[in-house]
Structure formats: structure tokens, C-alpha cells
């Protein structure tokens, strides 16, 4: 290798360096995921086929419907959608009394749950993880925009701290209570419909929610506006005005939009504004 | 180390992925676990890579894939860092090491002390150190795996090498 570092050759600790670096490699078991990830590949592919085919069918299945519903003047059209089993009860029962209704449009339900959920914000600026390897002890929020607090909040990052940004900057409810970290990429390493898409989106039925592509290309489900997203003890809602609130039920939580970010730790709440 | 990239396939897309498999599978799964300071996860970090060079194969496929899998690898090893970090300032004691007595050397021990002291840099510096000692990369394939200038590579390199030196000087 040539000494392009313009350093002095290696010495004890560079050596050692090599020599441990390689051990810990050779230590590692390299199980074989060939067959896992071929198919993991495959359901994500006929998901999103799927999903293609759905954003073609419900337009042309909505367009007949108001043609029928215009020539029988006024009855119902179309058959309701499944009811995802994951919506709760009370979601379920509010449903079905609409189903009934003469609005082909179904309204979202008033809670969704499940070990682990992912979604997006309505408009697009926030995206959220709850629970699953991501956020395992509560929920892992970000902007897609800029903030106007951001420049001023200034977040913990492996590097001490720097100011806060929509590039890289995570608000989260962990062990630690809610806070918020700098480092890395935020949220664009993570597929939100990928592998773990299944995981993450258990209440996810495309044929009763809206998409939108998240910042990272991957198509994600929409949590409405006035519905609740619960994953254990931490729930999260989002509002237009206000942006996502979440709380666990240890007085734990956060709010968080453009123009505001509030932490809440034992109750007691810090707000950073423009 | 030297690196050859996927040659095109005129085979299927199958067979295309079967042989970047089978040339990088090991080789990251080991990288990430030197990256993440433990095996756990290392190959659940991989295998995100390995989907998403999937997902965009038609773009993909027509180029080398080494940069973009190494650059997948080290964004997903960060993000599990990330996660670690709250719980690394209240770091439980190092595990026993793995060989016993018999093979571990007076290098060895050397060895494991290096590597200990290498876990408490910056997690930037350690990203720099592993890549360039352990994979053998240069400073630009480092800079582009890591999202930073070449200036950046060295200087972090630098630092995080005198640092080891000044802590191993301390224990000797």
C-alpha cells in the first residue's frame, strides 16, 4: 500500500491495531441470509406492484362508483373495505356504522396499533417509528423540513453537542426520557416499506390508508390527522396546526413541528421556538 | 485489500445477485462487526444493505456495487450506534475474551488493549481506523464510503491514531 497518509510506517499500536481489528473479523459467524433476503426482496416487490395497481384501480373503481351511484340515483356503491384486524374495537365499531352510511369514503379510525408501527405525517414533514429495534422503548420522530427552532436547539451527538438539523437530527422517548440526538443521517438509512416494513406497519391496509413516498424514496403509510398510533405504553397523534404529539405513561413525551419543540420529562416541559 | 467489483451478468438478475452475494456477503458482515465493536446486529445490518442494493438493482446492476454496499454498511452500523450511545454512557464492564488463556500471546494481549481503547474514541474515528486498518482502503475510498473530504479522513485518522498511542503508553 502506498503511504498516501503521510505518516511514519506503522509502529506497536498500529500493528496491534491490524492484528485486532482482524481477529474480531475472524470471530464473527457469517450466518448464510442468501434465501431471506431473496425473498424479503420479492414481498416488498409484489407489495409495491400491488400498491401501483391499487392507486390505478381506486380512482377508476371511485369514478364508477359516482357514475352508479348517479344512475340509481343515489344508492350505495362499491363493496366496503376489509377492516384491518390491528384497528381496535372501538375503531372498528365507529366503521362499521359509517359502512352503513351512503359515503363511499371510508373515515380513518380513531386508533391503530401494534408492536411496531412506522408512518408519516399527512403533509409529508414528519416521520415516525414506534417501538420495533428502532425505537424500542417509545417512539423516534423527525422533521423532513427545516425547523424554525432548529439553528437555536442545539442536541447530543457522539461528538458532544451540535446544532440541531432536519438532516440528521432525531426526537426520541428512550430510557432516558425525551430528548433529541444529532448524528448520523435522521431517518433516510431507514426503509420504512422495506424488510421491516411489515414489522413496523401491521396496521397498514392500503386499500383504507393514504401513502406518500417518504424522504428516503420508500413508500410509507399516512397516520391521519386526528387518529392515535399506540405501541405499548407510548401514543402519538398528529394535528395540522400543532404537528405530532407523543407521550409514554411515565409523564414522559414530546411535541414536535416546524415551529416548535416541546420535551416533557417528568412532567416538566422545555420548549425551544424560533 | 483488494476489492474486484461485480462483473455484469448475462444471466439472469438472479444470477447477478447470487454472485455480489457470495463476493461481499462475509466480507461486510465482518466489516460491520469490527464497526459495530460486536457480532450482534452485524449481520441484520448487512442484510439491509444487501435489500436495498436489491430494490434499486435496475440501477445498480449496471455498475460496481462495493461502494455503495460499503457506504449502506457504515450508515446502518451508525444508526445502530446511535441507539447504543445512551446506553454507552453507563457502559457495563468489557466482556471476558473470547480465546482462553492458551492463545492468547503477549500480542494478543496488545491486541485486545488496542482494540479497547479504540472503542472509546469519536465513533467517526473509529469508522476512519477500521477502514483504513482493517479493510486497507484509501483515504479517498474512505472519504467516499463516509460522506466526508479527504482532509476530514486524515485528520481523523490522525487523531484517533495519536490518541490510541497516548492511551497505550498510559498502560504500558
Known sequence: MSNEWNEIGEDEVTRALRQGLQAEADRTPVPDRYDEIVVAAEQGRRRRGWLLVAAVMVPVLGAVGYLGGRLTSGGLAGTPAQVPATVTAAAEASESKQSASASARLSPPAEVSGSALAFVSPSGAIECVMGGTRAPDGVECHLTVKAVWGPKHRC???????????????VFIGSEGATTYCNGQGFTELDLSGSDGKRYTSWYDPSRFETRTAANGSLAPVLPYGTTAVVGQTRCQISQSGGISCSRGDQTGFRLSTQTLVLRNGGKDTSYTG | ?????????????????????????????????????????????????????????????????????????????RSV?????????????????????????????????????????????????VLRYYSGLSEAEIAEALGISRGAVKSYSHRGVSVLRQLMGRQS
Open chain 2, 1 to 77: 485489500m483488494v476489492e474486484t467489483e461485480p462483473r455484469e451478468h448475462a444471466g439472469s438478475a438472479d444470477e447477478w445477485f447470487r454472485s455480489v452475494y457470495d463476493e461481499h456477503w462475509a466480507r461486510l458482515v465482518r466489516l460491520a462487526a469490527v464497526l459495530l465493536g460486536s457480532t450482534d446486529r452485524a449481520d441484520e445490518v448487512v442484510q439491509e444493505a444487501m435489500l436495498g442494493l436489491l430494490r434499486n438493482r435496475a440501477k445498480l446492476s449496471k455498475g460496481p456495487v462495493t461502494g455503495y454496499l460499503r457506504t449502506a454498511v457504515v450508515n446502518g452500523c
Open chain 2, 81 to 129: 450506534h446511535r441507539h447504543r450511545a445512551v446506553v454507552a454512557k453507563h457502559p457495563e464492564p468489557a466482556p471476558a475474551p473470547v480465546a482462553g488463556p492458551e492463545e492468547r500471546g503477549v500480542a494478543t494481549v496488545t491486541a485486545d488493549a488496542v482494540i479497547e481503547a479504540l472503542r472509546t474514541l469519536p465513533q467517526r474515528q473509529q469508522e476512519v481506523l
Open chain 1, 156 to 170: 447530543e451527538s457522539v461528538n458532544g453537542t451540535v446544532p440541531w438539523s432536519s438532516d440528521y437530527g432525531v
